[in-house]
């Protein structure tokens, strides 16, 4: 089994930042692909920043780019997101996936995923 814990999130002011991290451990994987999620009320999970495998890669969504950064810790299966100039579209549930091998745009059900912590943005 893998278990995937987030930490940190909370309120925050528009224009203001916060930092987000996620660590996954268990089962038999060394190593994992990470990547962050979010999803706001009545609305569908989207895909937000993601670190590839072998830790050299990252992907942004283009709304994030420029304001968030993702990096990753491979020694600890950790990966963390700072997340600087937010907005109150920013305001979600933020959800960290790991995979043995990689994280694409989709959310996909062979991920492993945390249980979400609370990113708000007030205006």
């Known amino acids: 089994q893998v278990q995937v814990v987030e930490s940190g999130g909370g309120l925050v002011q528009a224009g203001g930042s916060l930092r987000l991290s996620c660590e996954a451990s268990?089962?038999?994987?060394?190593?994992?692909?990470m990547g962050w999620f979010r999803q706001a009320p009545g609305k569908r999970r989207e895909f937000v920043a993601a670190?590839?495998?072998?830790?050299?890669?990252?992907y942004y969504a283009d709304s994030v780019k420029g304001r968030f950064t993702i990096s990753g810790d491979n020694a600890k299966n950790a990966v963390h997101l700072q997340m600087n100039s937010l907005k109150p579209e920013d305001t979600a549930v933020y959800y960290c996936?790991?995979?043995?091998?990689?994280?694409?745009?989709?959310?996909?059900?062979?991920?492993?995923w945390g249980q979400g912590t609370q990113v708000t943005v007030s205006s």
């Open positions: 996936a790991a995979h043995p091998t990689r994280i694409t745009a989709a959310p996909e059900n062979s991920y492993y």
């Open positions: 268990g089962r038999t994987f060394s190593r994992y692909a």
């Open positions: 670190v590839s495998w072998s830790g050299s890669s990252t």
